[in-house]
């Protein structure tokens, strides 16, 4: 999955997604969970059916909005039209300059 905070507007009572790309969907999917976090904080998610192309376009689902700079994540929970789990993704940027956060490795060299 991969998403960019560019184009998205800090500090809004209801953020509006910014556009969110799904690559290798498990065959079956039907169903999106699309849930934003910053650490332990949760702004909130909603679930919304799987666009055929994989690509949730920006504004398509609203959430509590970061204000504060930081490193945010969207975690992407699909599912199957039954409620099936068949899949998670997630992905971290730093808001608002959107730098890519990859956390770090605890394997040792």
Do not use: W
């Amino acid at each position: 999955m991969s998403f960019s905070f560019l184009t998205s507007r800090p500090c809004v009572s209801l953020f509006e997604n910014p556009e969110i790309r799904l690559k290798d969907v498990p065959q079956g999917a039907a169903l999106i969970l699309v849930q934003l976090s910053q650490a332990d904080h949760e702004y909130g998610g909603q679930e919304v059916l799987l666009p055929k192309n994989g690509i949730l376009p920006a504004g398509a689902l609203r959430t509590f909005g970061p204000c504060n700079p930081g490193v945010y994540q969207y975690e992407v929970t699909v599912k199957s039209a039954a409620g099936e789990v068949l899949g998670r993704a997630r992905q971290s940027r730093s808001f608002p300059d959107d730098i890519e956060f990859k956390p770090p490795s605890n394997e040792l060299p």
